[in-house]
C-alpha cells in the first residue's frame, strides 16, 4: 500500500482573529486578514495559498473580530474544497464552541476550543499559520524537517540583520538548528551561529505532532497562570523541557531564481502602502505572476480593465502600475500606483504612488499622491491631497512618512465642515 505523503497527513490552522489595530481605519470594518492586497487577493490568500499549492487541503481558520468579511471571502473564494475527496475548509469563529467559552483567550486556546474539529481531520500533524502575512512557502519542505529530525516543535524562522530583529521574537539555536532559548523583542538579540550579523526571527509559524500538541493543549488549559498563547507560553516551555527546532524561512521559500526571500508583515499604513507600490517596480521581489505557486481568491466575474480618451491632459493611461478587471481609465493619468478591481476613475484626474481598494470612483480633476484609499469611496471633484500635508492632516489620516489614507467617514466629515 502506498505511503502517503507527509502534506496528505497534515492540516493548517490559521490564527485570522486579530484586530489589526496598526492598520487604523483600513481595519474598521474588517479584520487584517480579509484586507485586500495585491490588486485582487486578501491577505489571507497568501496563507491559505501555500498550503494549497503545497498540497495540503485541510483547513481551519480561527475567526473573532469584525470577521464576516473574512467569514464572506472565505467562503465565495475557497468553496472548491470537497469533503468526499477529504477535503475540508472550516471557519471556526469565537464564542460558537465551548459552552461558556466566548472569545478565544489566546493564540494556543483558539485551537484548543477546537480539538474535536481537528480530532476529526484524522491527521498526524498540524501547522499553525498567522493569517495576516504577505510571502510564499512550500510547507512541505518544512513538513519534511520537522519528521526527520524528531522535533515536538519546528518553528519557521526569517533571517534577518540582528539590529532589526529587537522588534521579533528570536530564536538562539546550537550549530544543529535546536532552539536553545526564545527572547521576544530582545535589547542584544542572539546571533545565528553561522553568521554572527544576522538572527533567527520567529514568523509565528509553528509544525507539531497532533498528539504531542493536542495533550500539551490540554495541559496549558489547565494552567491558570497561563495566556494560553503558543509565543508566550507554549513554544517557551517546548524549548526548555523537549525538543524545539528551527525551520529557516530561505530553505523553503518560492521564489524566482537570485531572487530573495520575500515576506511582509503589511500590518501598518506605511507598510501596506510601500509592499503595493514595490509591486509596480520592474521586477517586483513578490512574483504574482508565477503560474507554478498561484495565490487563489476570490475571482468576480469582471470585465478587462478599459482606457479611453486621448486627448492632452485628459489622456487614459497608466505607467509603471498594475490596473485589476472592471476598472474604467477615463481620461486619468496614472503612474506607480495599484488599483483594485472596479475602480472608476474621471477626466483630468491624477493618481501618482496611490493604492486603491476596490470599488473607489475618483471624479473630475481630483489630483492623488501617496495616498491609500478605502474601498468603496467616492473621491469628489478637484480634491488634492499629497500635495500640503498641512491640509490633509486637517481631514485624513497621513502618517509619519507623509502617505495619507482616505475613508468615506472622513470625506463625509469633511464635507460637513465645508
Known amino acids: 500500500m502506498p505511503t502517503k505523503r507527509i502534506t496528505q497527513r497534515s492540516m493548517v490552522f490559521v490564527l485570522a482573529g486579530g484586530r489589526g489595530s496598526r492598520l487604523k481605519e483600513l481595519t474598521d470594518r474588517r479584520v487584517k486578514p480579509a484586507v485586500p492586497f495585491g490588486g485582487k487577493a486578501r491577505i489571507i490568500d497568501f496563507a491559505l495559498s501555500n498550503a494549497v499549492n503545497s498540497g495540503i487541503r485541510k483547513m481551519a481558520i480561527a475567526t473573532q473580530y469584525k470577521a464576516h468579511s473574512l467569514i464572506r471571502h472565505t467562503q465565495r473564494g475557497w468553496n472548491f474544497f470537497r469533503a468526499e475527496r477529504n477535503e475540508f475548509l472550516d471557519v471556526l469563529p469565537a464564542s460558537q464552541r465551548g459552552g461558556n467559552e466566548s472569545w478565544y483567550k489566546g493564540t494556543a486556546d483558539a485551537v484548543t476550543q477546537n480539538i474535536d474539529i481537528v480530532d476529526s481531520y484524522n491527521v498526524d500533524y ?3 499559520l498567522a493569517g495576516d502575512h504577505i510571502y510564499k512557502m512550500d510547507y512541505e519542505i518544512m513538513l519534511r524537517q520537522h519528521v526527520e529530525s524528531g522535533a515536538d516543535v519546528t518553528v519557521g524562522c526569517l533571517t534577518v540583520p540582528r539590529q532589526e530583529a529587537t522588534a521579533f521574537g528570536v530564536m538562539a539555536t546550537d550549530n544543529d538548528g535546536r532552539i536553545t532559548s526564545f527572547l521576544e523583542k530582545p535589547a542584544d538579540p542572539p546571533a545565528m551561529p553561522d553568521n554572527p550579523d544576522m538572527a533567527l526571527a520567529s514568523m509565528g509559524i509553528y509544525v507539531f505532532d497532533w498528539k504531542f500538541l493536542r495533550d500539551l493543549l490540554i495541559k496549558d488549559a489547565e494552567d491558570p497562570n497561563s495566556s494560553n498563547d503558543f509565543g508566550n507560553d507554549l513554544i517557551p516551555d517546548i524549548v526548555k523541557n523537549g525538543k524545539a527546532m528551527a525551520h529557516r524561512f530561505d530553505e523553503s521559500c518560492v521564489r524566482a531564481e537570485g531572487a530573495p526571500a520575500y515576506w511582509k508583515d503589511v500590518g501598518t499604513v506605511d507598510a501596506f502602502w510601500q509592499a503595493h507600490i514595490d509591486l509596480t517596480n520592474f521586477t517586483p521581489e513578490l512574483d504574482l505572476w508565477d503560474k507554478s505557486w498561484p495565490i487563489w481568491t ?3 466575474s469582471v470585465p478587462p480593465a478599459k482606457f479611453i480618451h ?12 498594475m490596473v485589476s478587471g472592471g476598472c474604467i481609465i477615463s481620461g486619468t493619468e496614472v503612474r506607480n500606483s495599484v488599483l483594485f478591481t472596479n475602480v472608476h476613475t474621471n477626466s483630468y484626474a491624477v493618481l501618482d504612488h496611490a493604492v486603491i481598494l476596490p ?3 475618483v471624479h473630475r480633476s481630483a489630483r492623488l499622491r501617496q495616498v491609500v484609499v478605502d474601498g468603496g469611496v467616492v473621491i469628489p471633484e478637484g480634491l488634492v491631497v499629497g500635495e500640503d ?3 490633509d492632516a486637517k481631514w485624513f489620516r497621513v502618517t509619519d512618512r507623509g502617505i495619507t489614507l482616505i ?9 460637513a465642515a465645508l
Open 298 to 300: 476570490y475571482n468576480e
Open 310 to 321: 486621448d486627448e492632452r491632459d485628459r489622456r487614459g493611461m497608466a505607467i509603471s502600475s
Open 407 to 415: 475613508t468615506q467617514d472622513m470625506l463625509n466629515k469633511r464635507a
Open 126 to 128: 498540524v501547522i499553525i
Open 389 to 391: 500635508p498641512h491640509e
Open 359 to 361: 470599488d473607489v470612483v
